[in-house]
């Protein structure tokens, strides 16, 4: 049974850090594109940063690229997002998202099969 908890989430004031994590269970991350995805209430949830199979590439929403990095860790099956320089408009609830294909679209959020249940990141001003 594939299952992602997302964790890390919290308040931060602008300009500060948040790391998120991703464990999965139920299968092995590293041949599978993975995703970070955010959603604020009424808006659409839009594509953050994800991370190719076996980690060959990366990619990132224009609005995050040089303060997010996103990453793996293949022995404890874990992905992580280091979120830096915060901004209020970060402000969201953030998943993690599972796509069994080869990050050909990263950002379209169809192309996932299993999510986690999120973890809200706020930012004050």
């Known amino acids: 049974q594939v299952q992602l908890v997302e964790s890390g989430g919290g308040s931060v004031q602008a300009g500060g850090s948040l790391r998120l994590s991703c464990a999965a269970s139920?299968?092995?991350?590293?041949?599978?594109?993975m995703a970070w995805f955010r959603q604020v209430p009424g808006k659409e949830r839009e594509g953050v940063a994800a991370i190719a199979p076996y980690g060959s590439s990366t990619h990132y929403a224009d609005s995050v690229k040089g303060r997010f990095t996103i990453s793996r860790d293949n022995a404890k099956n874990t992905l992580s997002l280091q979120m830096n320089s915060l901004k209020p408009e970060d402000t969201a609830m953030y998943s993690c998202?599972?796509?069994?294909?080869?990050?050909?679209?990263?950002?379209?959020?169809?192309?996932?099969?299993?999510w986690g249940q999120g973890t809200q990141v706020t930012v004050s001003s």
């Open positions: 139920g299968f092995t991350l590293s041949p599978h594109c």
């Open positions: 998202a599972l796509d069994l294909g080869y990050c050909t679209t990263w950002y379209d959020k169809t192309n996932y099969e299993y």
